[in-house]
């Protein structure tokens, strides 16, 4: 990204700034010159790798750690082990997350001592676990910089207090009510961008971890939201994908509260911006006025995901999700009338204590009702600290696999049924990349979020054109530009 900001200008003698993001630039100035001084000493660039496990919000945390470690000078390395620093940026929604993230530390541990450069720094929702910091403290000694997800902007300085010390630097915070603006990023893709709107969650569903590692819900300003689009735009972007933990309940926390569809009707105003996706959408919030503007809006794109998690309302009440299984269908009713062809997809998650054959039938028979294009299916997972947690009634691994391969098996049915039916027809196509698999092949995706592969070259990448398709493969098309 072009960041207007001359930082080998920035006078580094002087006592840092108060404010923010002024601060931070003084902050990454001063990581240039240290950085520099390596690099005359080793005759070679510093190289970083940011490993992103976990959501969207992750990958767009680690697209601005990026954008920092680039204007501190740092080159990227694809391969981790390689790098100088390496960053790892966590997920802890399920245990098995946390289980990654250690397995992969002691892979990196043995790098490390093979490179006297390198540095290893963690952060992300893992980090906001005491226990985890308690266990990193203890037996990952050679950890060098260790912060949360509410202070993801004081990276730069962080990585300075670390270059000026040798101890392993730890910073967490609680919460946080703040949001630094303008502080630079780099795009994974160019013509496509996540945009946070809001972050934090305050809907605690009994299961969940987020609202304790991401803290309370606070909305971005319309202004500074609407600005960014506008400059990403001018960047070469055609899509973004509005991000937040519950975009419904977008601006409540506003000073001028706004709501979400009305933030979706400022946005589809700005011009050169083609698509505009969202994620994730809660059914308790999901308006009748977002309905109608999804309805009417030319470039929001047809596809929603609206997480059920569960079938039964006995379940869902003990999720505390604050809607029931009729109200769930109502809203997919109503949602389908305004935007006919939609394409819905969704989050289940089976074996929550408590859940009994006949609940996971109400489950079952949600999917057959709404026929999802795609759904992501989750085993519960115990996360400690969480009201479900404590609950009586865990069940069995074997019953929970049981009614897992049950579910995935009806949600792969359904929608390779529903996937199917737009053979023959045309469709535009956002390029996105060269075909994994057969380089005289695009990859690109549809409105609907479906994928679509067809003869083209790099050329189209970034490109929305016409796509008539041929043959449907399940979760894919094979197309044609026309
Ligand atoms: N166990 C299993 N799945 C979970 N999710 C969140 N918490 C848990 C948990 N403890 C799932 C939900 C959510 C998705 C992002 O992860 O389905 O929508
Ligand atoms: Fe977790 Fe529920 Fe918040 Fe989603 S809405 S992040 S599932 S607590």
Redesign the pocket.
Known sequence: MNFNIDFDNIDITEAEPVQEPERQYYFIAKARKYVKKIEEEIGRSLTFCVTTFGCQMNARDSEKLTGILEQIGYVEEPEEEKADLVIYNTCTVRENANQRVYGRLGQLNRAKKKNPHMMIGLCGCMMQEPEVVEKLKKSYRFIDLVFGTHNIFKFAELLVTRMESERMVIDIWKDTDKIVEDLPSERKYSFKSGVNIMFG?N???SY?I??YVRGRERSRNPRDIIREIEHLVADGVVEVMLLG??VNSYGKSLDEPMSFAQLLREIEKIEGLERIRFM?S?PKDLSDELIEVMGESKKICKHLHLPVQAGSNRILEKMNRRYTKEHYLELVDKIRKAVPDISLTTDIIVGFPGETEEDFQETLDVVRKVRYDSAFTFIYSKRTGTPAAVMEQQISEEVVKDRFDRLLKEVHTISEEVCGVYTDTIQNVLVESINDHDASLVTGRMSNNLLVHFPGDKTLIGKLVDVKLHTCKGFYYLGEMV
Do not use: L
Request: charged share 0%; glycine share 0%; with cysteine.
């Open positions: 969650c809907n605690f569903c969940c987020v609202p933990q519950n994730t809660h």
